[in-house]
């Protein structure tokens, strides 16, 4: 089974940089494409960006494009990082890594994996 463990986050200003990182372990983690999502208050689930298990990025929502940056910084431990510049307001909302056994962006019930979630507030 697939362990997420999530870090980072918090509260920012508009026009303020936050990181969040995502560390997976256990069996056939490094197989697994990742992707982030995001919980936006009053709104359904946000695929925000997707990684391949070999660190391309495979897709990034057109409200985050330029403004957030996927990675995969580790390949050992495989660390993921998601690295949000210029945030707005209507980028609060509770962040989610995860994953699954086959994983089709767009499409939440092949997330199987999930972190635990983290909290991102950016005030105006």
């Known amino acids: 089974e697939v362990k997420l463990v999530q870090s980072g986050g918090g509260s920012v200003h508009a026009g303020g940089s936050l990181t969040l990182s995502c560390e997976a372990s256990?069996?056939?983690?490094?197989?697994?494409?990742m992707s982030w999502v995001r919980q936006v208050p009053g709104k359904g689930l946000e695929w925000v960006s997707a990684?391949?298990?070999?660190?391309?990025?495979?897709?990034i929502a057109d409200s985050v494009n330029g403004r957030f940056t996927f990675s995969k910084e580790n390949v050992e431990n495989a660390l993921y990082v998601l690295q949000m510049n210029r945030l707005l307001p209507e980028d609060t909302g509770t962040y989610y890594c995860?994953?699954?056994?086959?994983?089709?962006?767009?499409?939440?019930?092949?997330?199987?994996?999930w972190g635990q979630g983290t909290q991102v507030t950016v005030s105006p």
């Open positions: 995860a994953t699954g056994d086959g994983m089709i962006v767009g499409d939440t019930s092949t997330l199987d994996y």
């Open positions: 256990g069996f056939g983690f490094r197989l697994h494409d």
């Open positions: 990684i391949s298990s070999s660190g391309d990025v495979a897709y």
